[in-house]
């Protein structure tokens, strides 16, 4: 038996779970017995022994997707998110699919549709990444053929320094980079404004001209904002996309420095 119908719903053998049955829409049933009495129920005509409650929380004030308790094939209870188990009951998990790459995201954002028709097999993004896993692989392809770093970042819709890092393999890497992280011309006892004086293309200027950081705008193209100051013997320059964050970072290394 591999689909029964249970209050109009079809539902099927959950596999590695086969004592259970998960309905289209994600709810539980138990329906192998354990017992001579639980036996004796399905004799009579039952077609489940009991039903599974879903397990709901919320972190931090936000909902977390279904979890429910069931015991595996060899006994072992498990502590196990219902969707992905809905998802390939029904057959929406594809042949490639990787638990630890992919998962399972909900069409109109309610958690607790777990209808089938509502899930979709995505490839998972980490943390605050806009990036799947496919995106860093064509990201590092196009770094290969030499294109610029500014234009991959607006392809993908993310900034210059993101794709700097991935780059040097300090995101979406191994660990270890594999181009030396960029050191400040000169020595900054602040750790983040060393780390980003670092990032700046440098050129030599005589070391009496002291110039505060300013922004120049390209008025054709607002997201083109040039960041120049001169100090300590250097011209440092560096483009930011976001003119937001451009302004807040001047005004830190204008205090730092001036």
Not at 25 to 35: A, D, E, F, K
Not at 137 to 154: F, M, T, Y
Not at 171 to 192: H, L, S, V
Request: with cysteine; charged share 30%.
């Amino acid at each position: 038996m591999s689909a029964i119908t249970i209050h109009d719903e079809e539902c099927r053998i959950i596999k590695g779970y086969e004592r259970y049955c998960i309905s289209e829409s994600g709810q539980i049933y138990r329906i192998v017995p354990t017992n001579s009495k639980e036996k004796e129920k399905l004799e009579k005509g039952a077609i489940y022994l009991s039903k599974n409650k879903l397990h709901y929380r919320e972190v931090k004030g936000k909902l977390r997707q279904a979890f429910c308790s069931l015991t595996n094939n060899e006994g072992k209870l498990c502590n196990i998110a219902v969707a992905p188990l809905v998802a390939k009951a029904f057959d929406l998990i594809p042949a490639e699919f990787n638990g630890e790459k992919h998962g399972v995201e909900f069409i109109d954002g309610n958690l607790r549709n777990i209808h089938y028709s509502n899930l979709k097999v995505v490839e998972k993004k980490y943390g605050n990444s806009k990036l799947s896993a496919s995106d860093v692989k064509k990201i590092k392809r196009l770094i290969k053929l030499n294109i610029p770093l500014k234009h991959i970042g607006e392809t993908f819709g993310v900034s210059e320094m993101q794709i700097n890092r991935i780059k040097t393999g300090e995101n979406w890497g191994t660990g270890k980079r594999k181009i030396k992280a960029p050191k400040a011309p000169f020595p900054i006892e602040d750790a983040k404004i060393r780390k980003y004086v670092a990032i700046f293309n440098k050129e030599p200027a005589p070391p009496e001209i002291r110039k505060p950081f300013t922004i120049k705008r390209n008025e054709e193209d607002p997201t083109d904002n040039l960041i120049i100051g001169i100090l300590k013997g250097y011209k440092l320059t560096l483009r930011h996309k976001n003119i937001t964050r451009a302004r807040l970072n001047i005004e830190k290394l204008n205090n730092y420095f001036f």
